[in-house]
């Protein structure tokens, strides 16, 4: 099985890392690491730097195949990070993508996942959800990138399920592990 390549984007503080280290702490960590991380009493939030530090790639295994995560102008899978709990930052958020994508600055091979993070400070409303849904569902993000499905979950399974095509997919997930 060969590597993929993904590239986490999105505004300042909008959990990128946090969501990386949930990729890999629920993906991709080998039994021997995550014994590590438990020994040096590492959390979640310090799964990133613990590995930048050491220059270790950020990698994780998923059922659709191997994923490096990756700074690429044209990554396998682009996932757009946002967060659910700043309505304020909504429609920034939504334009900085439509530009990325139009300019050919972001040129996903395979998908474009727009993950709604933080709704657990939320309580995970629906209409919140909803809402941030509409947002980028209003904007023309590009005519071969278009809001297919929107789902939530508080689980991060499933979202590299094999969806091949290239549209964009929203999740709404909360900042943890469950």
């Known amino acids: 099985m060969s590597w993929r390549s993904l590239s986490l984007r999105g505004n300042r503080g909008a959990g990128k890392k946090i969501l990386i280290a ?25 799964i990133v730097p613990f590995f930048e530090e050491r220059g270790q790639p950020l990698c994780f295994h998923a059922p659709s195949g191997l994923f490096k995560v990756e700074e690429s102008q044209t990554p396998d899978v682009a996932i757009w990070v946002v967060d659910g709990s700043d309505r304020l930052t909504w429609a920034t958020s939504a334009q900085k993508l439509a530009v990325k994508l139009s300019s050919g600055e972001l040129q996903p091979h395979e998908s474009s996942i727009i993950v709604v993070n933080k709704l ?25 990138f278009r809001v297919q499905r929107a789902e939530r979950t508080s689980r991060l399974e499933g979202a590299f399920v094999g969806n091949r095509s290239i549209f964009t997919t929203v999740w709404g997930i909360n900042r943890g592990v469950e």
Do not use: A, P
């Open 22 to 46: 949930c990729l890999i702490y629920m993906c991709g960590l080998e039994l021997s690491r995550l014994e590590e991380l438990e020994r040096k009493g590492i959390q979640h939030g310090d």
């Open 120 to 144: 657990d400070s939320v309580s995970w409303s629906e209409k919140t959800f909803k809402d941030v849904v509409d947002v980028f569902s209003v904007l023309s993000l590009n005519k071969r």
